[in-house]
């Protein structure tokens, strides 16, 4: 999650699952071990998870999401091209006028300027991300982000009112 520093508290164990959950990497991205790491925690947390692989061209992104349906999709990055390639996709799926509702994430790797990359959060969310993970904060805040997912108040929230303040905290 855009996150100023990480946080040393632990994630919440909640089982928070029955969403199916499409996981894929910007198109530019050839690393799956970030992808199967997603997935395995997915499931544990009791979701239904379809992970699309690396090196997804944008198309393809936009038809899995037509045929599959999933509840959010997950968007991850290592190779330090997250900002770029996540821009454009977002763009893509926000003009999709029966996609432009579906929660999407993206998180990791956002650039190549190490600690400065968390300025690529404020960016991604104001582009249609409803949520933004830097690697250096963790997986404790997209744990969180998921508990939250799940609760009926932020369900109902307007598509474009991303789940977070600047403080990196679920509003």
């Not at 994630?11 to 990497?25: A, E, F, I, T, Y």
């Not at 991604?124 to 993970?133: R, Y």
Request: net charge negative; with cysteine; hydrophobic share 40%.
């Amino acid at each position: 999650m855009y996150s100023p520093a990480p946080t040393g508290d632990a994630p919440p164990d909640v089982r928070c699952g029955g969403q199916r959950v499409l996981v894929s990497s910007v198109s530019s991205d050839s690393h799956t071990w970030n992808l199967v790491f997603l997935q395995l925690m997915l499931e544990e947390l009791g979701h239904e998870v379809i992970n699309i692989g690396s090196c997804v061209p944008d198309d393809l992104l936009i038809e899995e999401c037509r045929r599959t349906n999933p509840d959010m999709v997950v968007i991850s990055s290592v190779n330090g091209h997250g900002h770029l390639d996540g821009r454009r996709l977002i763009g893509r799926l926000r003009a999709e006028p029966d996609l432009s509702g579906l929660p999407v994430v993206i998180g990791g790797k956002l650039g190549t300027r190490g600690a400065e990359n968390r300025m690529y959060g404020p960016e991604l969310l104001a582009a249609g991300f409803d949520a933004v993970f830097e690697d250096t904060a963790g997986v404790a805040p997209f744990r969180r982000y998921l508990a939250q997912a799940g609760r009926p108040a932020l369900d109902r929230a307007p598509r474009g009112t991303p789940a977070l303040v600047a403080s990196g905290e679920i509003a």
